[in-house]
Protein backbone atom coordinates (compact mmCIF):
# COMPACT_ATOMS: atom_id res chain seq x y z
CA UNK A 1 0.00 0.00 0.00
CA UNK A 2 1.92 3.57 -1.23
CA UNK A 3 1.88 6.44 0.94
CA UNK A 4 0.35 9.57 -0.48
CA UNK A 5 1.94 12.87 0.86
CA UNK A 6 -1.00 14.91 2.15
CA UNK A 7 -1.05 18.56 -0.09
CA UNK A 8 -1.79 21.77 1.18
CA UNK A 9 -5.32 20.71 0.43
CA UNK A 10 -5.55 18.25 2.31
CA UNK A 11 -4.26 20.29 5.24
CA UNK A 12 -6.67 22.83 4.94
CA UNK A 13 -9.78 20.53 4.40
CA UNK A 14 -8.51 19.01 7.91
CA UNK A 15 -8.28 22.43 9.03
CA UNK A 16 -12.08 23.47 7.87
CA UNK A 17 -12.61 20.36 9.66
CA UNK A 18 -11.73 21.32 13.33
CA UNK A 19 -13.37 24.51 12.55
CA UNK A 20 -16.54 22.53 11.47
CA UNK A 21 -16.37 20.67 15.10
CA UNK A 22 -16.08 24.18 16.93
CA UNK A 23 -18.88 25.61 15.07
CA UNK A 24 -20.97 22.54 15.79
CA UNK A 25 -20.38 22.91 19.70
CA UNK A 26 -21.51 26.34 19.54
CA UNK A 27 -24.69 25.43 18.21
CA UNK A 28 -25.33 22.37 20.54
CA UNK A 29 -24.93 25.21 23.17
CA UNK A 30 -27.63 27.58 21.19
CA UNK A 31 -29.73 25.11 20.88
CA UNK A 32 -29.55 24.08 24.31
CA UNK A 33 -30.12 27.69 25.35
CA UNK A 34 -32.81 27.43 23.16
CA UNK A 35 -34.62 24.71 25.02
CA UNK A 36 -34.34 26.79 27.81
CA UNK A 37 -36.33 29.33 26.52
CA UNK A 38 -39.08 27.52 25.13
CA UNK A 39 -39.63 26.19 28.24
CA UNK A 40 -39.68 29.53 29.94
CA UNK A 41 -42.22 30.58 27.67
CA UNK A 42 -44.06 27.50 27.90
CA UNK A 43 -44.31 28.35 31.68
CA UNK A 44 -45.62 31.78 31.23
CA UNK A 45 -47.88 30.86 28.74
CA UNK A 46 -49.05 28.25 31.29
CA UNK A 47 -49.41 30.91 34.17
CA UNK A 48 -51.39 32.99 31.64
CA UNK A 49 -53.55 30.21 31.04
CA UNK A 50 -53.90 28.78 34.62
CA UNK A 51 -55.10 32.18 35.64
CA UNK A 52 -57.83 32.60 32.96
CA UNK A 53 -59.53 29.33 33.38
CA UNK A 54 -59.29 29.02 36.82
CA UNK A 55 -60.65 31.93 38.52
CA UNK A 56 -58.99 32.02 41.45
CA UNK A 57 -61.22 34.44 43.97
CA UNK A 58 -59.01 34.84 47.03
CA UNK A 59 -56.31 36.87 46.30
CA UNK A 60 -53.47 34.97 48.64
CA UNK A 61 -54.12 32.00 46.66
CA UNK A 62 -53.67 33.88 43.54
CA UNK A 63 -50.95 35.91 44.01
CA UNK A 64 -49.00 32.72 45.25
CA UNK A 65 -49.96 31.02 42.08
CA UNK A 66 -48.29 33.63 40.45
CA UNK A 67 -45.30 33.95 42.30
CA UNK A 68 -44.53 29.95 42.33
CA UNK A 69 -44.64 30.33 38.13
CA UNK A 70 -42.82 33.67 38.58
CA UNK A 71 -40.34 31.49 40.76
CA UNK A 72 -39.71 28.55 38.30
CA UNK A 73 -39.20 30.77 35.57
CA UNK A 74 -36.48 32.30 37.06
CA UNK A 75 -34.91 30.01 38.74
CA UNK A 76 -34.69 27.70 35.33
CA UNK A 77 -31.86 29.37 33.84
CA UNK A 78 -30.64 29.88 37.20
CA UNK A 79 -30.24 25.96 38.16
CA UNK A 80 -29.15 25.29 34.86
CA UNK A 81 -26.48 27.99 33.86
CA UNK A 82 -26.01 30.60 36.86
CA UNK A 83 -24.70 27.56 39.21
CA UNK A 84 -22.62 26.06 36.98
CA UNK A 85 -21.01 29.14 35.82
CA UNK A 86 -20.34 29.81 39.65
CA UNK A 87 -19.01 26.87 40.45
CA UNK A 88 -16.32 27.37 37.29
CA UNK A 89 -15.73 30.66 38.42
CA UNK A 90 -14.48 29.47 41.71
CA UNK A 91 -12.57 26.95 40.49
CA UNK A 92 -10.66 28.79 37.86
CA UNK A 93 -10.28 32.06 40.29
CA UNK A 94 -7.43 30.82 41.57
CA UNK A 95 -6.18 29.86 37.77
CA UNK A 96 -3.43 32.46 37.45
CA UNK A 97 -3.11 34.15 34.42
CA UNK A 98 0.32 32.66 33.39
CA UNK A 99 -1.60 29.30 33.50
CA UNK A 100 -4.61 30.25 30.62
CA UNK A 101 -1.44 31.72 28.53
CA UNK A 102 0.27 28.83 28.35
CA UNK A 103 -2.48 26.48 27.87
CA UNK A 104 -3.38 28.96 24.75
CA UNK A 105 0.48 28.35 24.35
CA UNK A 106 0.09 24.60 24.11
CA UNK A 107 -2.63 24.75 22.00
CA UNK A 108 -1.36 26.87 19.59
CA UNK A 109 1.29 24.39 19.05
CA UNK A 110 -0.63 21.61 18.16
CA UNK A 111 -3.47 23.35 16.28
CA UNK A 112 -1.54 26.23 14.33
CA UNK A 113 1.80 25.66 14.36
CA UNK A 114 2.02 22.26 13.04
CA UNK A 115 -0.37 22.76 10.67
CA UNK A 116 1.35 26.32 9.47
CA UNK A 117 4.44 23.91 8.75
CA UNK A 118 2.29 21.46 7.00
CA UNK A 119 1.23 23.47 4.97
CA UNK A 120 4.40 25.40 4.30
CA UNK A 121 5.93 21.86 3.65
CA UNK A 122 2.99 20.83 1.19
CA UNK A 123 3.56 24.10 -0.81
CA UNK A 124 7.19 23.67 -0.87
CA UNK A 125 6.90 19.99 -2.34
CA UNK A 126 4.09 21.56 -5.25
CA UNK A 127 7.40 24.24 -6.04
CA UNK A 128 9.81 21.42 -6.18
CA UNK A 129 8.19 18.78 -8.03
CA UNK A 130 5.20 20.19 -10.11
CA UNK A 131 7.12 20.60 -13.40
CA UNK A 132 3.65 21.77 -15.00
CA UNK A 133 3.80 24.77 -13.37
CA UNK A 134 5.12 28.03 -15.17
CA UNK A 135 6.55 31.05 -13.28
CA UNK A 136 3.76 32.55 -12.14
CA UNK A 137 2.48 29.74 -10.30
CA UNK A 138 5.46 28.71 -9.22
CA UNK A 139 6.09 31.86 -7.70
CA UNK A 140 2.77 31.74 -5.83
CA UNK A 141 4.04 28.17 -4.23
CA UNK A 142 6.97 30.47 -3.39
CA UNK A 143 5.10 33.17 -1.53
CA UNK A 144 2.69 30.75 0.01
CA UNK A 145 5.40 28.31 1.61
CA UNK A 146 6.99 31.62 2.97
CA UNK A 147 3.66 33.37 4.51
CA UNK A 148 2.87 29.99 6.23
CA UNK A 149 6.58 29.08 7.28
CA UNK A 150 6.66 33.28 8.72
CA UNK A 151 3.08 32.25 10.57
CA UNK A 152 4.59 29.54 12.41
CA UNK A 153 8.14 31.43 13.47
CA UNK A 154 5.64 34.32 14.59
CA UNK A 155 3.84 31.64 16.33
CA UNK A 156 7.04 30.18 18.08
CA UNK A 157 8.66 33.42 18.95
CA UNK A 158 5.40 34.48 20.89
CA UNK A 159 5.68 31.60 23.55
CA UNK A 160 9.78 31.85 23.82
CA UNK A 161 9.10 33.66 27.29
CA UNK A 162 7.34 30.77 28.38
CA UNK A 163 9.15 27.81 27.19
CA UNK A 164 10.07 25.95 30.08
CA UNK A 165 5.84 25.88 30.86
CA UNK A 166 5.29 24.66 27.44
CA UNK A 167 7.62 22.53 27.01
CA UNK A 168 9.47 19.40 28.71
CA UNK A 169 11.54 16.63 27.81
CA UNK A 170 10.03 14.18 30.85
CA UNK A 171 7.39 12.04 29.09
CA UNK A 172 5.49 11.84 33.11
CA UNK A 173 4.88 15.36 33.05
CA UNK A 174 4.06 16.02 28.96
CA UNK A 175 1.15 13.47 29.74
CA UNK A 176 0.48 14.70 33.10
CA UNK A 177 0.45 18.30 32.16
CA UNK A 178 -0.73 17.82 28.55
CA UNK A 179 2.62 19.51 27.80
CA UNK A 180 4.30 19.70 24.64
CA UNK A 181 7.55 17.47 24.20
CA UNK A 182 11.05 18.71 23.44
CA UNK A 183 11.18 15.75 20.82
CA UNK A 184 8.43 17.18 18.67
CA UNK A 185 9.56 20.70 19.52
CA UNK A 186 12.75 19.22 17.39
CA UNK A 187 10.56 17.66 14.93
CA UNK A 188 9.26 21.26 14.13
CA UNK A 189 12.32 22.95 14.41
CA UNK A 190 13.87 20.62 11.90
CA UNK A 191 11.27 20.84 9.20
CA UNK A 192 11.17 24.36 9.79
CA UNK A 193 14.85 24.66 8.74
CA UNK A 194 14.63 22.11 5.88
CA UNK A 195 12.16 24.47 4.60
CA UNK A 196 14.04 27.80 5.00
CA UNK A 197 17.09 26.40 3.34
CA UNK A 198 14.99 24.87 0.23
CA UNK A 199 13.17 28.10 0.27
CA UNK A 200 16.29 30.65 -0.16
CA UNK A 201 17.69 27.85 -2.73
CA UNK A 202 14.12 28.11 -4.65
CA UNK A 203 14.42 32.37 -4.42
CA UNK A 204 17.61 31.97 -6.13
CA UNK A 205 16.28 29.72 -8.75
CA UNK A 206 13.02 31.76 -9.50
CA UNK A 207 15.60 34.95 -9.67
CA UNK A 208 13.66 36.84 -7.28
CA UNK A 209 15.09 40.19 -5.73
CA UNK A 210 14.90 40.75 -2.06
CA UNK A 211 12.41 43.48 -3.17
CA UNK A 212 10.20 41.79 -5.42
CA UNK A 213 9.72 39.25 -2.39
CA UNK A 214 9.35 42.23 -0.02
CA UNK A 215 6.14 42.82 -2.96
CA UNK A 216 5.21 39.10 -2.66
CA UNK A 217 4.49 39.72 1.32
CA UNK A 218 7.26 36.54 1.14
CA UNK A 219 10.11 38.36 3.05
CA UNK A 220 11.26 35.76 5.69
CA UNK A 221 10.96 36.18 9.32
CA UNK A 222 13.24 33.65 10.00
CA UNK A 223 16.66 35.41 11.30
CA UNK A 224 14.58 37.92 13.24
CA UNK A 225 12.45 35.86 14.77
CA UNK A 226 13.54 32.83 15.21
CA UNK A 227 17.33 33.19 16.07
CA UNK A 228 16.21 35.05 19.15
CA UNK A 229 13.97 31.68 19.92
CA UNK A 230 16.60 29.29 19.39
CA UNK A 231 18.52 31.32 21.91
CA UNK A 232 16.17 30.97 24.67
CA UNK A 233 15.29 27.46 23.58
CA UNK A 234 18.91 26.64 24.47
CA UNK A 235 19.30 28.17 27.56
CA UNK A 236 15.69 27.15 29.11
CA UNK A 237 15.43 23.96 27.63
CA UNK A 238 19.12 23.13 27.41
CA UNK A 239 18.69 21.99 24.18
CA UNK A 240 21.31 21.80 21.12
CA UNK A 241 20.43 24.74 18.82
CA UNK A 242 23.25 24.94 16.43
CA UNK A 243 22.09 22.37 14.08
CA UNK A 244 18.27 24.22 13.20
CA UNK A 245 20.60 27.87 12.76
CA UNK A 246 20.98 28.33 8.91
Known amino acids: MSFKKPTASDWQDFSLKKDIENLNRLVERACDIGSTIIIEVVLAFGAVLFDRFFDIENAKIRSGVWIAFAIAIVALPIIKYGIPALRNS ?53 AETRFYLNKAIDKLSKMMFKLGRVFDDDIDIVTKNKKVS ?31 ENKLGAASIYTKKLDDFLTKASTDLNIDVNRFRV
Do not use: P, W
Open 90 to 142: LRTRSVSVDFKQETEYIDSFDNEICYYVMIADSFLDLLKHDTAADTIRKTFYF
Open 182 to 212: IARLNNILDIIVHIETEIVVSQSTLGLTDDE
